[in-house]
């Protein structure tokens, strides 16, 4: 099977991989040179565990390439970006989609299977993608087969996850399902879920939601903590011994091209109806101020202040940073004191190395759960820093330990209520 994927981004490039290294013969498309060209020589330009060993494979076995143009193939897989729009509902943008879709056109031919794997609005696939190949003259269901397979793995564990998850394919029609359960046959081990395009568009805002809501009421919760003078990490965990209760974690607020995108999508399509999602995304939203204001607790009347930011991704270990709350904290916190970015995983020339981070520093501030962050040398770091203060949003440092630090969490922070 030839399979031309559009878009190799954090979906579209392991997936490009995965099919590749699965006998199936891929050409890789984007709009960007910077990543064509590295794709053909074996590098890839996001990180991800194990991602550029196997590509560098596939490329040397020829199974796998990359270029500026779609070819004629049997497969047409489209994992674009979809933003939000600048509208009053932040609807879903369905520009590179579309755009997409329309640079296959000239390269599609009767037979073909069409799949849509960026997240899109529910009835995007029905009302916005069907009528462009019909008007070229195409009847979806008989000349070709278009579905829309929502991917749902999770940064940091995407091949995994590619291989293992469950996946819905929503066809048009029973046909397009049949056709494009056919294409992931080829490395899926987890159970293939056929059903609606409508149903499978839904689906997959709903399980992003689903979690965006859930987080939401862990932050409210760490907000009625603060208040109560209660310890939230304690009432977590104790109300998870509960056999159905699951709250989240608190933490800086909701990053990430998933949850902090999708929830808008669902509210954009019923602005009146959608209130609890709407709300959960206006909690999570709030967070970075709330985070930015118990800095400025913490560190009552120091304008002049020093805070090393530990992690900017919006979650740890994966290097990306769109829609991260931490970087929103920044910016903030650059209007009022000194800020220093420490962060191991991003490429920026305004970051600094973790002893200049620290060194005369009066916080620490964790925002990203980074694995180097567990173990580092705290007592060390505490002697260099000008107040060894840690506020660790992601409650990730043991508060137990014996560092010479004051370690300030969601559980505690209650207690640093205007005490300086
Ligand atoms: N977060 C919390 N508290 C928690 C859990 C997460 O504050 O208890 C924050 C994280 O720090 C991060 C954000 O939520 O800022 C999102 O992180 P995540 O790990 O929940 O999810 P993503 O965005 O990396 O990936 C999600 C996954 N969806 C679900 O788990 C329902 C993934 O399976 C999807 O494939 C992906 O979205 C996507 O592409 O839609």
Redesign the pocket.
């Known amino acids: 099977m030839k399979i031309c994927v559009i878009g190799l981004g ?2 579209g490039m392991p997936t490009a991989v995965m099919f590749a290294s699965h006998g199936c013969n891929v050409v890789g498309v984007d709009v960007s040179e910077h990543v064509v060209q590295s794709l053909n020589i074996g590098k890839i330009v996001i990180e991800e565990p194990g991602l550029e060993e196997l590509a560098k494979r596939c490329v040397e076995d020829r199974t796998l390439k990359a270029s500026l143009l779609p070819e004629v193939a049997d497969t047409f897989i489209i994992a674009v970006p979809t933003p939000n729009k600048d509208d009053e509902y932040k609807s879903c943008d369905l520009k590179y989609v579309l755009q997409a879709v329309r640079s296959i056109l000239p390269y599609v031919r009767k037979g073909n299977t069409i799949i849509i794997e960026s ?1 899109i609005a529910p009835r995007t696939t029905n009302d916005e993608v069907m009528p462009v190949f019909e008007e070229a003259g195409f009847t979806i269901g008989k000349d070709l087969y278009l579905a829309h397979c ?7 564990k995407i091949l995994y ?1 590619l291989e293992n ?1 469950n996946r819905i394919i929503g066809g048009i029609t029973n046909e397009c399902s049949k056709h494009a359960e056919e294409v992931y046959k080829v490395f899926v081990k987890g159970e293939l879920l056929l059903t609606e395009a409508k149903v499978a568009e839904l689906s ?1 805002c709903m ?2 939601t ?3 809501v ?2 939401s009421l ?2 409210e919760l760490a907000k009625i903590c603060y208040e109560l003078d209660i310890n939230c990490l304690d009432v977590i965990a104790l109300a998870n011994k509960h056999p159905r209760v699951n709250i ?13 995108i ?1 929830p808008y999508f669902i509210c954009a399509k019923a602005p009146q109806t959608a209130k609890l999602i709407s709300l959960a995304r206006s909690i ?1 939203k709030s967070m970075p101020d709330f985070v930015v204001d118990k800095v400025k607790m913490i560190l009552k009347d120091q304008d002049e202040a020093k805070i090393a930011v530990f992690g900017v991704t ?3 270990n ?1 290097d ?1 940073i769109r ?3 931490a970087i929103e904290i920044v910016t903030m916190l650059e209007e009022a004191y000194k800020v220093a970015v420490y962060d191991p995983h991003v490429n920026n020339p305004n970051y600094v190395s973790l002893l200049e981070a620290v060194t005369d520093a009066d916080m620490i501030l964790i925002l ?2 980074h694995n180097e962050f567990k173990n580092l040398d705290y007592k060390q770091i505490a002697k260099v820093m000008k107040q060894p203060i840690l506020f660790d949003t ?1 409650n990730m440092i043991s508060t137990q330990e014996e560092y010479g630090l004051e370690i300030i969490n969601y559980g505690n922070l209650y207690q640093h209520k205007n005490t300086r």
């Open positions: 954090y979906i997240t929502p991917e749902r793995v999770l940064p940091g996850e998850n997959k399980e992003n689903f979690r965006d859930n987080i862990a932050n989240h974690q608190p933490g800086p607020g909701v990053g990430g091209h998933c949850l902090a999708d999570n919006y979650k740890g994966i990306d829609e991260s709350p990203a759960d992601k």
